[in-house]
């Protein structure tokens, strides 16, 4: 299954690869109580599900975040810079079943909403200069 949610922020992949860490999760997404211990790009947290690993993968257009022991193989993507919408970050979540319970799928669609409302808190109200600093060395000078 896929889930798709569009947050409506100016980012590069370059500020989302340098902004998206495990460490700072929780303050990305409200589904995300906490992380656990965190080194580089893997850790533990305890999110709406439970406790999982968690690994971050840098990707085209942005990062890649999976939990590798859950047993529906959650990942979720959060790109810019790509079609459809090359100005927007998306958020893509998988699971590797074609359908499940309906309140698991409720869980997984406020996970991409919170996702959403995280990126566009974040990044509006962090990132100004630094988002201005990448958004300008992305298109040449001022």
């Known amino acids: 299954m896929e889930?798709?949610?569009?947050?409506r922020v100016a980012a590069t992949?370059?500020?989302?690869?340098?902004?998206?860490?495990?460490?700072?999760?929780?303050g990305l997404c409200a589904s995300i109580d906490t992380v656990?211990?965190?080194?580089?790009?893997?850790?533990r947290i305890y999110c709406v599900w439970g406790e999982f690993a968690v690994q971050r993968?840098?990707?085209?257009?942005?990062?890649?975040?999976t939990l590798p022991g859950c047993p529906n193989a959650l990942a979720w993507t959060v790109t810019t810079?790509?079609?459809p919408d090359p100005q927007a970050v998306v958020i893509h979540c998988t699971i590797n079943r074609p359908d499940h319970d309906p309140d698991f799928i409720e869980t997984i669609e406020t996970f991409v909403d919170d996702w959403r409302e995280g990126l566009e808190k974040?990044?509006?109200a962090?990132?100004?200069?630094?988002?201005?600093?990448?958004?300008?060395?992305?298109?040449?000078?001022?």
């Open 122 to 124: 974040a990044l509006t």
């Open 81 to 83: 810079g790509l079609p």
């Open 13 to 26: 992949a370059d500020l989302l690869q340098r902004q998206l860490t495990v460490q700072g999760l929780p």
């Open 36 to 43: 656990l211990e965190h080194a580089g790009d893997r850790g």
């Open 3 to 7: 889930f798709f949610a569009t947050a």
């Open 57 to 65: 993968d840098a990707i085209r257009g942005g990062v890649r975040f």
């Open 126 to 142: 962090s990132g100004s200069a630094d988002q201005a600093d990448s958004v300008r060395g992305s298109t040449g000078p001022p």
